[in-house]
């Protein structure tokens, strides 16, 4: 895998439908990329998940494609209604994890607000025929008409993907879950809501172990929520999570069963240069993101996102700007909600890249060795296979040159929130409202 800096990204495919009146239950509200990357999971806001897998051609031909089809889509949550507390519960998948793949079969954890699943996902494309003591339609035979037995068949048949629910874990998160994480140890995991961190066992659905706990005594006394939480990719012991106070904490479990004191707090002064009405909100962390290698992590506010050494508290070894040219906007931000978008982000396969997203379905790319950035954009236009991405360029104020656009003219409303990328491939997928859109590199 390149550094990125000199990589030229093209379109691949995109998915979903191409109308512009979007049904609220289309839009995707998560994307994440199995061990391997051969399958590709979203979920919506209806409650479904879709799994594409990498097409095989395309993975093996020169040059190699990023193209993926359907593999299987399957309702993983309901709406529901709380009666006690007068709540509707969403539908909408918050998150996807994949766990590690010991067989045939496939498993992965998909969560709305209070409840978890584990889904197995398996094929079938054989059936046994010749039963003897039922019918092919599956009635049962009187006994009295059976008189030889037989030995049943095995016959191939079309080939059948299956998701089936394997475990529920629900009933233990009081407020809205924002985070699922798989241990290394593979048999553990964690989710994680505003005030909890509930750490479970993936074959014991009625009992979870409260691990954090941010809950003050008197409720009028808080003053942060949990943003964000993962496991440590190597070490099963460490986890951290992330305030919307612009903090992140690592702690250690093997210090003490309830990590409520941190290992490390991860926080970067206030520049007083920059203080204004909004900046404990746009200081809150969306997202957290440990690095392949669990040497490093990314973290991001509304406007940046910061690189930290897991070696050094005291501030982030990198800083990139996203769009910073919406600073002067922060205003007009907060009065139509933009400004508590929750942007994720997330890795490249080596470490050497991150990418982000930003509004006007534009997403950002950087890359950690060149320093250089990119902005592209996942448009209807350019769904051509093989079409360049063109780097687009956003200007403040003045006169704009023939390839730029205002910071007046974005939409808002196009924002891109949920990206993944390929664990050892430069293939990109980004979830623009109700379309999924992959581009890879140019080779």
Request: proline share 4%; charged share 30%; aromatic share 10%.
């Amino acid at each position: 895998m390149a550094g990125n800096g000199d990589i030229q990204w093209c379109f691949s495919q995109v998915k979903g439908t191409l109308e512009d009146d979007v049904t609220e239950a289309d839009i995707i509200s998560c994307v994440e990329f199995n061990h391997d990357g051969d399958l590709l999971a979203t979920g919506d806001k209806g409650g479904r998940v879709v799994i594409f897998q990498r097409d095989p051609i395309s993975k093996n031909s020169i040059p190699r494609r990023g193209e993926y089809n359907v593999y299987s889509t399957f309702q993983s949550h309901e709406p529901e209604f709380d009666y006690l507390k007068s709540l509707e519960i969403e539908e909408k998948i918050n998150k996807i994890r994949w766990l590690k793949r010991k067989n045939p079969a496939h498993f992965l954890l998909s969560t709305n607000d209070k409840t978890i699943k584990l889904w197995k996902v398996s094929e079938r494309d054989k059936r046994v025929e010749g039963y003897n003591t039922k019918e092919e339609n599956g009635t049962i035979r009187d006994p009295a008409c059976i008189t030889s037995l037989r030995v049943p068949t095995i016959k191939p048949m079309e080939l059948m993907v299956e998701a089936s629910p394997r475990r529920i874990f629900a009933n233990a998160h009081t407020y809205h879950i924002n985070s699922i994480s798989v241990n290394s140890d593979q048999e553990t995991y964690l989710s994680a809501d505003d005030l909890r961190i509930n750490l479970w066992h993936l074959e014991i659905t009625d009992q979870s172990f409260n691990i954090v706990d941010i809950k003050p005594t008197n409720m009028e006394e808080l003053t942060e929520v949990i943003t964000a939480a993962e496991f440590h990719p190597a070490e099963c012991n460490v986890l951290v999570y992330s305030s919307s106070k612009g903090t992140i904490r690592l702690c250690d479990m093997r210090s003490a069963a309830l990590c409520d004191q941190h290992s490390k707090l991860f926080e970067e002064p206030e520049d007083p240069t920059n203080r204004s009405f909004f900046s404990e909100i746009i200081s809150s962390i969306s997202d957290v993101k440990l690095s392949n290698s669990g040497r490093y992590m990314i973290s991001r506010d509304y406007l940046s996102v910061k690189v930290w050494d897991l070696q050094m508290e005291t501030k982030p070894i990198e800083c990139y700007p996203v769009h910073e040219y919406l600073r002067s906007k922060l205003c007009s931000l907060y009065e139509n909600d933009c400004i508590f978008d929750k942007f994720e982000c997330c890795w490249s396969g080596n470490d050497s890249a991150i990418m982000t997203g930003s509004y006007n379905n534009f997403f950002r790319v950087f890359d950690r060795t060149t320093k250089r950035d990119l902005t592209l954009e996942a448009a209807r236009d350019i769904a051509k296979p093989k079409t360049l991405l063109k780097p687009r360029k956003v200007c403040t104020g003045g006169k704009r040159k023939k390839d730029e656009i205002s910071v007046d003219c974005l939409d808002f409303n196009k924002k891109i929130l949920h990206t993944a990328w390929h664990p050892s491939e430069n293939v990109v997928a980004v979830a623009a409202t109700n379309n999924l859109f992959l581009f890879q590199d140019k080779l």
